[in-house]
């Protein structure tokens, strides 16, 4: 019996009346290669000259984080061995609206304008039905792009942002859907940092899904040291 693998997605939670509501998009393939970089964050050092002597360690913030890869996506495959109902949206719209569902994350969405909002809004709304010529300010409700996880296996589920998509369309059906593509994403991980400037009910999700992975990075980094302890002890000049 083959190995059953694990697919890689990506959740973006949507808010609605009933609550949080996941929208999962599960990929068709995985990725054979994914590039997994770092960047380290502006350097401390030269402020903390001017107060004396700096300190070449120092950094300001957490290091960034990336993913990059491609997907595949083909609807012939998906009509062959998808449920009866990716069989009939494959069939229809080829794999367009899986594509529509990744192209969906980078628009920005609503969030709550609050209480304050709120207030504002019905004030105004009074002050122009009585006639009043005082203009009441109205907070304009934030825009930001929805919560999204990535989701690579259960070490890896991060909150991330897409800063890249690149969409390359190869084959069409009749009404000139796109039967197969190739997506080029890249993904810029939420830290903690980041997540503070967040708003919206979800930010907490996405705070218990960064300190969940990065836990288990640092479980993995000491079960490293202590495999690997016998041999420095022979390397160190002390």
Request: proline share 6%; no cysteine.
């Amino acid at each position: 019996m083959g190995e059953k693998y694990v697919h890689g997605a990506l959740i973006e939670f949507m808010e609605t009346f009933i609550g949080a509501v996941p929208n999962v998009i599960v990929f068709q393939f995985n990725p054979e290669t994914m590039t997994h970089a770092w960047t380290q964050p502006e350097s401390a050092a030269a402020a903390a000259a001017a107060a004396g002597k700096p300190n070449p360690l120092a950094v300001k913030s957490l290091p960034g984080e990336s993913f990059t890869f491609t997907l595949e996506l083909d609807s012939n495959e998906m009509i062959a061995s998808g449920s009866v109902v990716a069989q009939g949206i494959a069939q229809a719209t080829g794999v367009y609206s899986r594509l529509a569902a990744l192209e969906m994350l980078q628009y920005p969405v609503a969030t709550s304008p609050g209480l304050v909002g709120a207030v504002g809004a019905a004030a105004g709304a009074i002050g122009a039905l009585v006639g009043g010529t005082k203009k009441v300010k109205k907070d304009v409700p934030k825009l930001q792009v929805p919560v999204v996880l990535f989701v690579w296996g259960p070490g890896r589920i991060v909150p991330v942002k897409i800063t890249a998509l690149s969409i390359s369309e190869k084959l069409y059906d009749a009404f000139l859907n796109p039967i197969h593509a190739d997506v080029q994403i890249t993904l810029k991980v939420l830290t903690l940092d980041d997540l503070d400037s967040v708003t919206g009910p979800l930010k907490e999700v996405a705070s218990i899904a960064y300190k969940y992975s990065q836990n288990l990075r640092q479980a993995l980094a000491i079960a490293n040291l202590a495999e690997s302890a016998e041999s420095i002890i022979g390397m160190l000049p002390i």
